[in-house]
């Protein structure tokens, strides 16, 4: 492992653990200090407070934990999905693949906004914050694996016109043989790429869910909710500290792709 | 030699029209933040419209929205007769539509017909429906017409405050007015231009004839950001309704700039789901009915809160359905009930409620959980349920907040009656308590808790709906003042609607415009607006 990928690891390390014991080092992410409302950086309120008077910090904290567990686990959902069609797309060819792309590109020109705001009316109004968000995250992983699965049918035609599986092929190896040991392994950067674009991607759509009422209801925190007070954009002039959610944010995310870094290439 | 002349000329012409000079067009620049559904005065139901209508409609009497005092325009004086039946007006001579067609009697008789005519489908004419039956008009000479309606309603000469004359010959029709601007060129989605009506009839005291202004244009813009940057670049005279957000920002790069009118007549309200066919659970419906849980809920919501933290400051708890700024309206024995979690604990124990833990729970055993929704994308409601469910959690009270899409928060609350409480804001722009029959009466659609009730579900309902009937039937104002007194009594008794704040009115005024009144009642700022005026002069048009 080389040193920049130990301190990319430390670093997550640090925010997973800090997130982790949020509890213990910033106790409250919900309750109001109604006389400190909008306060500047303290030494009790390390970030100051949002505009109820709740501690940034501890928010962050919490907010790093819904985030960080569940944003991964939605790109991992959608990621499994595009490689699973789009992969199987590409291997079987003819009409298993004109099927899959149809199907691809029918999802692709639904109109999603309606969807979810039929969605959003379906579901029950008493669900309590954490369902919220497991539920919101379950549909963006499980819309999200479109524009993916394109992306790696394309990337796994390339490799099937590859020297390497048509020696293979030629060999007499099994198809799923084929499939799971030579041409899998080969997608592992490509899939990878599409699982870190997607973390972001959906941090920030559960950002904007939350315009149509299917984001993190309150009061628990997420990145995407504590994105959302930068809408306020003159304000952030006063109080650059609001952007200590983009900074984490990018934190992660570079760390993670760090950590992750790959030397596989795509063999043309 | 001509040659030389001529582009002597077309160059001395350009540079005076390029020029700025003291009588060029003073113009009046604001944003409306959608089209206007119609540019017919009679078929105008929304807000942009409305304010059309204001801009470019002569009436016949108005409503001074600073003295809140009825005045006469096009009518010099007016007589209710007949126990608030009947209206006799003696109209205004020698005034002319903007095309130059002569007012008269005619024209009201012919506003009144159309208005009335149940094909045309028009808002205002609800107002003046108050029994079947035809609404009768007849010109008594030529500037006198008398309007009778099939039974009597409240203050009825108020009720043309919103009815804009239109004339009966003109072959403009509708586009005829009689107020201080017209429509003169609409681009939908980017700007509706008026220009300044030459035949407007209003004179200043030095005899000028009104209005000030040549013309007001009006930019269709939906982005409040991208309003505010125009209006700190000079672009826009007038920013209305500002959020208490932006008020204060904008307090601190232009304190002298920011007017806060006091509160409005607006509500923001949170009520409880009582409708008997809805599809909640029998002991949840047993809660709501409850006016001693409603009162708990109310008691033990800290408004005093809501109004410093959520608006800044630029809202007030409100008592009941009657702002402070309604002057005459108001039951000013009332008071806003003081936050009080013990106060609301005993009255939730009184109902047969208890602590269990940290929860509270039911005589059954239930414990007390609720969602309140409301409308997503606003964030002063999105805030104010934060700080309901951090009250609510001190009586053991779980809250959750759900934010739903516009439509189907109404398609909830109005059809399906799926859902437990409701966080909404009320609009109201009519002082008199008339415009809040269809909330009071139980059989109004818009009696939200419980709609289009055949018969009243509770005695307390019973009773308001008697109260309303007679306040409205009633012609002494101080008689229906005590009636319309005990009905706001009998709501802060009965908390079906808990009434949270009164929003005040914010605005931001460019320093360029002259004679500027804010008034509390719309349009706060421009309500004055052939009286308005402006220092920078407009030559070149975009």
Redesign the interface.
């Known amino acids: 492992m080389k040193r920049t990928q130990v301190i990319a690891l430390i670093f997550l390390c640090v925010i997973a653990l800090a997130s982790l014991f949020a509890g213990f080092i910033a106790p409250s992410y919900?309750?109001?200090f109604?006389d400190f409302?909008s306060a500047p950086p303290s030494a009790r309120f390390p970030l100051g407070t949002d505009?109820?008077?709740r501690d940034r910090f501890a928010r962050l904290l919490y907010g790093t934990r819904v985030s960080l567990l569940l944003a991964p686990a939605a790109a991992l959902l959608s990621t499994f999905i595009a490689a699973l069609l789009g992969g199987l797309a590409a291997y079987l060819g003819g009409y298993w693949e004109k099927a899959i792309t149809t199907g691809i590109d029918l999802f692709l020109s639904l109109p999603w906004l309606f969807l979810l705001?039929a969605a959003?009316?379906m579901l029950p109004?008493?669900?309590?914050?954490v369902t919220s968000v497991i539920l919101t995250f379950l549909l963006l992983g499980c819309l999200g694996w479109a524009t993916p699965a394109r992306i790696i049918r394309a990337g796994t035609r390339t490799l099937l016109n590859s020297d390497f599986l048509i020696h293979a092929r030629a060999a007499g190896i099994s198809p799923a043989s084929l499939f799971w040991r030579h041409l899998m392994p080969n997608l592992r950067p490509i899939l990878l790429a599409q699982f870190w674009i997607s973390v972001p991607v959906f941090v920030l759509s559960e950002a904007n869910l939350?315009?149509?009422?299917l984001g993190v209801?309150?009061?628990l925190p997420s990145w995407g909710a504590l994105l959302r007070e930068l809408e306020?954009?003159?304000?952030i002039l006063h109080s650059p500290w609001m952007l200590a959610p983009v900074a984490l944010l990018v934190i992660v995310v570079a760390c993670l792709q760090v950590v992750l870094r790959t030397e596989d290439q795509i063999p043309c | 030699m001509l040659r030389y002349i001529a582009a002597l000329f077309v160059t001395a012409a350009l540079f005076f029209a390029a020029t700025p000079s003291a009588e060029s067009a003073g113009e009046l620049r604001f944003c409306l933040r959608g089209d206007p559904k119609s540019f017919n005065p009679l078929l105008v139901e929304d807000e942009y419209s409305e304010t059309l209508l204001y801009l470019t409609g002569g009436v016949l009497v108005r409503l001074n929205r600073y003295t809140q005092e009825l005045e006469g325009e096009l009518a010099t004086k007016w007589r209710v007769s007949e126990n608030g039946r009947r209206i006799d007006f003696e109209l205004r001579p020698n005034v002319r539509f903007s095309d130059g067609t002569q007012f008269t009697c005619e024209d009201v008789a012919y506003t009144m017909r159309r208005l009335m005519d149940p094909a045309l489908h028009a808002p205002t004419a609800d107002s003046f429906r108050s029994a079947p039956g035809p609404v009768e008009t007849k010109c008594n000479g030529p500037s006198s017409v008398m309007v009778r309606l099939p039974a009597p309603v409240a203050s009825l000469a108020a009720r043309f405050d919103q009815v804009a004359m239109i004339s009966s010959r003109s072959p403009k029709k509708e586009a005829a007015v009689l107020g201080p601007f017209m429509v003169t060129e609409y681009k939908p989605g980017v700007e509706v231009l008026l220009r300044r009506n030459p035949n407007y009839w209003k004179h200043d005291a030095n005899g000028r004839q009104l209005p000030y202004l040549d013309s007001v244009r009006l930019d269709i813009q939906q982005n409040r950001?991208l309003e505010l940057l125009r209006f700190r670049r000079g672009e826009l005279d007038i920013v209305n309704k500002l959020d208490p957000?932006m008020y204060d920002?904008l307090s601190r790069e232009m304190p002298h700039r920011v007017v806060d009118a006091g509160p409005s007549l607006d509500w923001e309200v949170v009520f409880f789901n009582q409708v008997a066919s809805s599809p909640l659970p029998e002991y949840k419906k047993a809660w709501f009915r409850s006016a001693e849980f409603r009162r708990a809920i109310w008691e033990g919501v800290n408004r005093d809160?809501i109004s410093?933290?959520v608006y800044r400051g630029h809202a007030k708890p409100a008592a009941g359905p009657v702002s402070s700024s309604n002057r005459f309206w108001i039951n000013a024995a009332l008071k806003p009930p003081a936050y009080s979690p013990d106060a609301a604990l005993a009255l939730l124990s009184r109902d047969g409620f208890h602590r269990s833990g940290d929860s509270l729970v039911d005589r059954s055993g239930h414990p007390v959980?609720?969602?309140m929704?409301t409308n997503?994308?606003n964030k002063l409601h999105?805030?104010t349920?934060?700080?309901i469910?951090?009250d609510l959690a001190k009586l053991g009270i779980h809250l959750?907040?759900?934010?739903?899409?516009f439509p189907?928060l109404i398609?909830r609350i109005s059809r399906s009656y799926?859902?437990?409480s409701v966080l909404m804001a009320f609009t109201n722009v009519d002082l008199d308590p008339s415009d809040q029959m269809n909330i009071w009466l139980s059989s109004g659609p818009n009696h939200q808790w419980n709609p289009g009730q055949k018969t009243p579900a509770t005695p307390w309902e019973a009773e308001v709906d008697k109260l309303m009937q007679a306040q409205a039937a009633a012609q002494n104002i101080q008689q229906r003042k005590v009636y319309f007194d005990k009905v706001q009594q009998i709501v802060a008794e009965k908390a079906p609607m808990l009434f949270l704040v009164n929003p005040d009115a914010l605005s931001a005024v460019s320093s360029n415009l002259k004679n500027v009144t804010p008034a509390l009642l719309r349009p706060q700022i421009y309500w004055n607006v052939e009286r308005l005026d402006t220092s920078t002069k407009y030559v070149s048009q975009r």
């Open positions: 919900s309750e109001q109604r409302i505009e109820l008077g705001l959003r009316a109004l008493n669900t309590s914050p939350g315009l149509l009422g209801s309150e009061p306020n954009y003159t304000e | 950001e957000e920002r809160d410093r933290i959980e609720f969602s929704i997503a994308g999105e805030r349920l934060a700080m469910q951090q959750n907040v759900v934010v739903l899409d189907s398609e799926n859902y437990e």
